[in-house]
């Protein structure tokens, strides 16, 4: 993951978390299956994930394309 990608991620969570999510409930690089989401919320009392987050380098037809691959096949 890159500069730009980070500073997207950590602006992220640094807006969910001023929107009331704990922070417990947030996880970095969760696995799932051959990948690895960016960022999961998951349900503080099971950890069942509720919400996936993919972030990319630039918005690019092909990003895109592999973000959204990515999101189907978790």
């Excluded at 993951?1 to 970095?28: R, W």
């Excluded at 895109?64 to 990515?70: A, D, L, N, V």
């Amino acid at each position: 993951m890159g500069k730009l990608e980070k500073d997207v991620l950590k602006a992220l969570i640094d807006y969910l978390i001023a929107h009331g999510y704990p922070e417990a409930s947030l996880a970095i690089e969760w696995p799932i299956g051959k990948y690895r989401a960016d960022l999961i919320m998951v349900d503080p009392d099971t950890r069942a994930p509720v919400a996936i987050f993919e972030v990319k380098r630039q918005r690019t037809p092909q990003n895109e394309k592999f973000g959204r691959t990515q999101i189907e096949s978790f």
